[in-house]
Every structure is written in C-alpha cells, then in structure tokens.
C-alpha cells in the first residue's frame, strides 16, 4: 500500500522554527515530485513547496521563499520541509502528497494518489 504520512506539527512563537517530515511508504520517493501542502482554518489548501526527486530541483510559493527549505533524505525515503521565520498566518493543516511540481507552481491542488494523508497541524501563537 503506498502512502505518505506527515509529521513533526505543534506549537511554536512567531518568528519560530518547525521542521516537518513526510515519510513515504510503499513507493520509492527518489522518483516521484512531492509537495508540501498548507491549509489554513476556514481556507482552501495550496501549495508551499515541491521538489522532484531525481533531481533535487524545488520551487517555493513567493509567501514563504527565504523562509522555508524543502530536502529529501533519500536513505529514509522522506521529505522535509524547514520553516523558519514563522509568521502568524502560518497556522493550519500541512500535507505532503505527489504533484508534479509545475502544477503546484500554477496553483493545482491535488495528489496523484487520489485521497489525502492525515496533515500535520501547525499553530502559532505568543
């Protein structure tokens, strides 16, 4: 059964630090696109981050280019997602899922898997 589960969500003070991790199973990540997804309270899901695994290349959402950092980490067949500088509209749901990378950048919001993990939740607060 192939399938990718977030974690690493919780508390943090604005202007903090979280690393998420999506680690996949069933499926070799090298060979796939993964994105990072944010869905904040009451808000659609979009896109934050994609990199593509066979060669490393990322792209960032304009709202969080400088401040978060997308790696994957091949020997645990997993992909993170650092996010520094945390602003208080960073709360919400976070999600990884396989998209290719030039959809994400347009705006399409969907996973080659057909159904979605259970997120990762985000707060920031003071």
């Known amino acids: 059964q192939v399938q990718l589960v977030e974690s690493g969500g919780g508390p943090v003070k604005p202007g903090g630090s979280l690393t998420l991790s999506c680690a996949a199973s069933?499926?070799?990540?090298?060979?796939?696109?993964i994105g990072w997804f944010r869905q904040r309270p009451g808000g659609e899901r979009e896109g934050v981050a994609c990199i593509d695994g066979r060669d490393a290349s990322t792209y960032y959402a304009p709202s969080v280019k400088g401040r978060f950092s997308i790696s994957s980490d091949n020997s645990k067949n997993a992909v993170t997602l650092q996010m520094n500088g945390l602003k208080p509209d960073a709360p919400g749901m976070y999600y990884c899922?396989?998209?290719?990378?030039?959809?994400?950048?347009?705006?399409?919001?969907?996973?080659?898997?057909?159904?979605w993990g259970p997120g990762t939740q985000v707060t920031v607060s003071s």
């Open positions: 899922a396989p998209e290719p990378c030039d959809q994400l950048r347009v705006g399409i919001v969907e996973t080659a898997f057909g159904s």
């Open positions: 069933g499926f070799n990540l090298a060979t796939w696109t």
